[in-house]
């Protein structure tokens, strides 16, 4: 177990310096001065050459990356061009709201996913599984801004239950989150019944039934726990994908997460902004299937054991 | 002696691309108390699914379509879902093939042993440890205290079939349906698993109804034996007639292809073909296309399952003969 | 932006056919077969047609401004209403199948051919060469792909051509990936070694071997690929980083309505239908040609 998460945390490492070099590299790949791109058109050129050694462009590639890494690891991401402040403050001040959304967004499609699923399993070839089905064909489908913006017209125009709000409280959070929840569902819903039907026809839920156990215990103790393990996999992956989701999301809902700050970042050109919030999703998705590998460990009791068995 | 299990005329059918093909047909014996019934054959031959059957524990294709299982005084095919759920693993539990894939590999052993207690003897917290442990030790299992919180798969094929007749005889049945227990396991094994079930049924007076493939079974544990061959009984007999006075050319032909004392340093012999899948049945014996005595009456139509003795009776066209001479 | 994902699921070992498929019209036969894989081949067979012959068969140049008519509700002239400042709503979605056209082609162009190329160098010849590619693939699926593609965007600037890079590029890794996968699983296939150990020569295996069997594969991917694409390139239009005014674009259209939600429903409803219907109809063919590759993917 400790051997599985110490590999597992080994590898992640590598993954996110070669994250930092993409991020570091971002501003080199583009076509053009970047410096000049940043500073706008009408500037002088003592301005440009100000910028350019500010930022430390003038030096050697090497020189630059090193100083990215030691200046990242003192938590230092560099200042937005913008406003000035530094990267890390602007991000960290995002970013709990971006997290609320998406843990908000996360409830929704695990309710949403989990219940269709077991329902369109448990009624097989039913007319109640076409349905279910067909609602997450439908969900990979819709393009999610649009799903928003549907449920704004549906909830906050015409029926105004949940009026266009500024703020970031829970009234506020339920539409963007039921957005991002029914798109999010989809992938969920489908293994989660693939899952079900699998595992519904297998020995053991024999036994359990040879053993004069209520329907439902044997759905949710004996063959739910099964398909958990593929789920929780499915929605650690989830997560990544509704972080990127939130982001457009976002955008339709005026919320103010990560996702509107990136926008922003790349319309102004904002550089240093945007290294800082690449790196930044970059180690905070490497951190997420971290968590859920161990999290895959502990519910299913034979992971660890072939984890043993390698080592 | 008292029947604790009475079959009659069962017959299940299983949904097939054309219509439902009879898998189980007509099938008849009777379990009395304190015996252990066989009921042998090759694979395909309906064995499986005359034991789920009994349960009902068929998967959504198959179907009991006819005849009467009458346990006890009530009729199994009578009883709705929620009856059914009070006999399975109370007056009847069952313990099947494979016990690698049988027990529930995310759930503690302790738990799945307890949850049958829980559920049939309302009993709580931790008097179920304790039975369970009890349970444990019964069926010769070591460390019983530890293994409580162990998941399946730390144990060997052994252990585990012997954590299924844990979990079966948990609530002292009167019926311990067991399918092909020891097929799964190694010959060394299968010994300790047949002489636990022995042992067990002798000291809970319980019933048993064994199905194997094995005639070395059968020679091992059974009192009665009841032959199937393509969805039908073809013998019904005690294992000592059986063994030593076979009447069916099949049962003939499956003594004959079993290794024993006497074939040491012989060719064993073998049926030719193989069993027939439903949808192949014709008019005549079954058996027929397989058979070294096969006559021409033997396309024509199915024998009957003939009394030829108190307890002996023959599905086979010679032993019609037989009886018209007479 | 999530559908990336679902569009490489199921690559486990579970779509590569078993044998050589005849991916001719034995094949097309199959798909046609499929009544949904039928109709939605239909619909999509329209939608291009529409896009080919939007000057013909928009009422009206998609740009031309009616100043009397703002924000007018759908009626007799105007079947799906104007905008704010009066183009009329169903010629701009007609002249948005072109751009949907192209940002398939495009984006699935790029995808596609360096994703196989790579997949395939990769399964191939392994060693350090598939080592190196596939742990730059790994560190770029580290990142979430809409967030890969906002950083290609801002290398490149906003623009539809850039978007559908963004997008296009955005997706190597994962096609590359999986083409890898499925290449691999075929190599070690039985049928490739014994064509190896009767003395095939490399080029003939990977003509008369491999491709043919990754080409299930491929069309199944390639066509899911097309409703992610479509998706991805409108989500990037609709926060402002793609299409850029006036072009016709779905995404944007729906961004521009989505200031008028009070006023004016039609602007942010009808662009959204079309994007999903055409999306539905890819993913749908998707599925049931994943049905026709491998059977028993299903349930």
């Keep these: 177990m400790k051997q599985f998460i110490i590999n597992r945390i080994l590898s992640s490492v590598i993954v996110i310096f070669g994250i930092s070099i993409f991020s570091f590299l971002l501003i080199h790949l583009i076509p053009g001065d970047p410096v000049k791109i940043m500073v706008g058109i009408n500037a002088t050129s003592e301005q440009v050459e100000k910028l350019t050694h500010q930022m430390g462009l003038d030096r050697p590639l090497l020189v630059q990356y090193s100083h990215f890494i030691s200046n990242l690891i003192q938590g230092d991401f560099g200042t937005s061009l913008k406003t000035g402040r530094p990267v890390l403050t602007e991000i960290v001040e995002r970013f709990p709201e971006t997290i609320k959304l998406a843990s908000a967004g996360m409830l929704f499609a695990i309710i949403i996913g989990i219940s269709m699923g077991v329902l369109a399993a448990r009624y097989k070839d039913s007319l109640i599984d076409t349905f279910c089905m067909g609602i997450a064909t439908l969900g990979v489908s819709i393009p999610s801004f649009w799903l928003g913006i549907l449920l704004v017209m549906i909830f906050s125009v015409n029926l105004n239950w949940f009026p266009i709000a500024e703020g970031t409280g829970i009234r506020d959070v339920i539409l963007p989150a039921v957005t991002l929840g029914v798109v999010g569902s989809t992938m969920i819903s489908r293994l989660t019944r693939n899952g079900m039907v699998e595992v519904l026809s297998n020995d053991y839920v024999r036994t359990a039934r040879a053993k004069g156990l209520d329907e439902r215990l044997i759905v949710f103790r004996h063959a739910f726990r099964n398909v958990l393990i593929p789920v929780v996999t499915v929605i650690g992956l989830q997560i990544a994908g509704l972080l990127g989701g939130a982001v457009i999301i976002e955008q339709v809902f005026n919320w103010p997460g990560i996702g509107t700050l990136a926008i922003g970042a790349i319309l102004s050109r904002d550089f240093p902004l945007i290294q800082g919030i690449v790196l930044f999703m970059g180690v905070v998705y490497v951190t997420i299937n971290i968590l859920v590998d161990i999290l895959y460990s502990i519910i299913d009791p034979r992971v660890e054991l072939s984890v043993k068995e390698e080592s | ?326 | 932006m999530t559908k990336l994902s679902e569009a490489y699921k199921p690559i486990q070992a579970r779509s590569i056919p078993k044998a050589p498929l005849n991916v001719k019209f034995d094949t097309l036969k199959k798909i046609m077969s499929y009544k949904r894989a039928k109709y939605c081949l239909a619909f999509l067979f329209l939608i291009v047609i529409i896009g080919v012959f939007a000057p013909i068969l928009a009422p009206y140049n998609p740009n031309k401004l009616f100043y009397d008519a703002l924000l007018q509700p759908p009626s007799k002239e105007h079947l799906l209403g104007t905008d704010a400042i009066g183009r009329d709503t169903l010629s701009r979605l007609i002249y948005g199948v072109r751009v949907t056209l192209s940002v398939s082609v495009f984006a699935l162009g790029i995808t596609f051919v360096a994703g196989t190329f790579i997949g395939l160098i990769c399964a191939y010849i392994g060693g350090v060469v598939d080592n190196i590619l596939m742990r730059i693939m790994d560190i770029l699926l580290a990142l979430p792909s809409i967030i890969l593609a906002l950083a290609i965007v801002a290398i490149l600037g906003p623009s539809l051509t850039n978007a559908m890079l963004a997008v296009g590029i955005a997706s190597i890794p994962g096609f590359a990936r999986l083409i890898r996968g499925a290449a691999l699983t075929i190599k070690s296939s039985g049928y490739v070694e014994a064509s190896r150990s009767i003395g095939s020569s490399h080029s003939w295996i990977l003509r008369r071997q491999f491709l043919p069997n990754v080409t299930g594969v491929l069309i199944v991917y390639t066509t899911l690929f097309i409703g992610v694409a479509i998706l991805d390139t409108a989500a990037l239009s609709f926060i402002g980083l793609g299409a850029q005014p006036p072009t016709s674009e779905w995404g944007t259209m729906l961004s521009e309505g989505k200031d008028y939600l009070y006023e004016a429903w039609w602007l942010a409803t009808f662009p959204g239908l079309a994007i999903t219907a055409v999306v539905f109809s890819v993913n749908f063919l998707g599925d049931a040609l994943r049905d026709v590759f491998d059977p028993k993917s299903k349930g």
């Design chain 2, 1 to 326: 002696m008292e029947n604790v299990l009475e079959v009659k005329e069962l017959t299940t059918q299983f949904k097939g691309k054309v219509g439902y093909l009879t898998v189980v047909d007509k099938v008849d014996f009777t379990v009395r108390k304190g015996e252990v019934m066989g009921i042998v054959g090759e694979s395909g031959c309906g064995k499986s699914v005359t034991s789920l059957s009994i349960l009902q524990l068929l998967d959504k294709k198959g179907k009991v379509s006819g005849g009467e299982i009458r346990f006890k005084d009530i009729d199994l095919l009578k009883q709705g879902e929620k009856e059914l759920r009070k006999i399975r693993g109370k007056e009847i539990s069952m313990i099947f093939q494979d016990p690698m894939t049988s027990l529930n590999p995310v759930l503690t052993i302790g738990k799945q042993i307890g949850e049958i207690i829980v559920k049939h003897e309302k009993q709580k917290g931790s008097n179920v440890k304790s039975k369970v442990v009890e349970l444990l030790q019964l069926v010769g299992i070591p460390r019983a205290n530890e293994l409580f919180h162990e998941y399946p798969h730390r144990l060997s094929g052994g252990m585990k079939q012997r954590v299924m007749i844990a979990m079966a005889i948990a609530c002292n049945p009167s019926l311990l349906i067991a399918d092909e227990p020891t097929t799964a396991l190694d010959v060394t094994i299968q010994a300790q698993i047949l002489d636990l079930l022995r042992s067990l049924k002798d000291d809970m007076d319980m019933s048993i109804l064994l199905i194997t493939h094995d005639l070395g079974v059968v020679a091992e544990i059974c009192d009665r034996v009841v032959v199937m061959y393509a969805g039908q009984v073809v013998e019904t007999t005690d294992s000592r007639t059986l063994l030593r006075n076979p009447r069916h050319p099949y049962t003939t032909g499956l003594i004959e292809s079993t290794p024993q004392q006497s074939t040491i340093g012989k060719r064993l012999k073998s049926i030719p073909g193989q069993v027939p899948t439903p949808d192949e049945y014709g008019m005549g014996c079954r058996f027929a296309d397989r058979c070294p005595k096969a006559m021409e009456i033997c396309n024509h139509g199915v024998p009957p399952l003939l009394m030829i003795d108190e307890n002996t009776s023959c599905r086979c066209w010679l032993y019609k003969e037989e009886e018209h001479g007479v």
